[in-house]
Each structure stands twice: as C-alpha cells, then as structure tokens.
C-alpha cells in the first residue's frame, strides 16, 4: 500500500487545475486526470472525484476575488494626499522587535532539529 506524500498532493492539484480550467475553456479534460476515474482503457470519459469538484469550486471562488481592496488603496490614497496619514513608528518598531525576539531561542529551550 502505497501512502501519499505531499508532491502526490501537489500532482492532483496541478491536474485538478489542468482539469478545471480545460473544462472552463471547452477543451477535453484527459481521462485520469486529477484523481478521476475512467469506465474503460480507451474511454473518453471521467468521474471527478468529490474532493476534485471540491478543489475546482474553491479555485473558482479564488480566481473571482479582486487582487487589490480598491476601497482601502483608495481611502490610503485620500489620507496621504490630504496628510492625515500618519505613520505609528514607535508600533511598527516595537512589533518588528516583537518578531526578531520570537525569532530569538531562548536559554534552556530545546533547539530545533
């Protein structure tokens, strides 16, 4: 019995994708592709399987959301043409300080292997 490993996974999704956005463009989806199954050895035919369906339906919803929150770029926009931006420099260096002292082992604790 074989267990799957993460670059199997990584296989499916990419042949999932292939899949998905063959379907989407009218072009055949391969037979085996993403998981599915074929009903012969010269079928033309495949069966997403639920996770594959899943996956496609997520990529979907991703693909739709917009690359940039236009609202909040636009409000920064306002806020620095106007000089009401404000930058809290004293935050940002306590929270970069914050992360390299996360960063940082600690004495007596046990070290990553």
């Known amino acids: 019995m074989k267990i799957p490993g993460p670059a199997d996974l990584q296989l499916r999704l990419a042949a999932a994708e292939a899949a998905r956005r063959a ?54 926009r306002e806020e620095i043409a106007e000089g009401r931006y404000v930058v809290d420099t004293r935050r940002i260096a306590d929270e970069l300080l914050g992360e390299i002292d996360l960063a940082r082992p600690r004495a007596g604790a046990p070290s990553a292997p």
Do not use: M
């Open 23 to 76: 379907a989407r463009y009218g072009a055949p989806v391969p037979a085996g592709a993403a998981g599915e199954e074929t009903t012969g050895p010269d079928s033309d035919s495949v069966r997403l399987s639920e996770r594959a369906r899943e996956l496609a339906r997520l990529a979907e919803e991703i693909g739709r959301l917009p690359d940039v929150r236009r609202e909040l770029v636009d409000r920064f």
